[in-house]
């Protein structure tokens, strides 16, 4: 099983990055996905999740309102549309799967079963 996320990189604050994670090696259909962050010398938090086979959605607080989690069945792929970017959401971004049933609610980083290496957000002041 390999998740690939991609898209990170350094922007300024109010613009826009979109990440990508690309799954392969099973039938992720059952799965729900979470884009998890982790800043600089705090623990791993839920920004994210989509359920694979619904489409719904979940979102933290602190990014609601500015980001957008998608998925692409036909690609086996999950975006995080990242707009009106803040310094704050400078961090490491990764992608992870559980295959859980998921009533909607926030994904705790233990209960996840596969993890994406994670790609670099950047937003300077």
């Known amino acids: 099983v390999q998740l690939q996320a991609s898209g990170g990189g350094l922007v300024q604050a109010g613009g826009s990055l979109r990440l990508s994670c690309t799954a392969s090696?099973?039938?992720?259909?059952?799965?729900?996905m979470g884009w998890f962050r982790q800043p600089p010398g705090k623990e791993r938090e839920l920004a994210a999740a989509i359920s694979w086979s619904s489409g719904g959605t979940y979102y933290a607080d602190s990014v609601k309102g500015r980001f957008t989690v998608s998925r692409d069945n036909a690609k086996n792929t999950v975006y995080l549309q990242m707009n009106s970017l803040k310094p704050e959401d400078t961090s490491v971004y990764y992608c992870?799967?559980?295959?859980?049933?998921?009533?909607?609610?926030?994904?705790?980083?233990?209960?996840?079963?596969?993890w994406g290496k994670g790609t670099q957000v950047t937003v300077s002041s």
């Open positions: 992870a799967g559980a295959d859980t049933t998921w009533y909607g609610g926030p994904l705790s980083a233990r209960n996840m079963d596969y």
């Open positions: 090696g099973r039938n992720f259909g059952s799965y729900v």
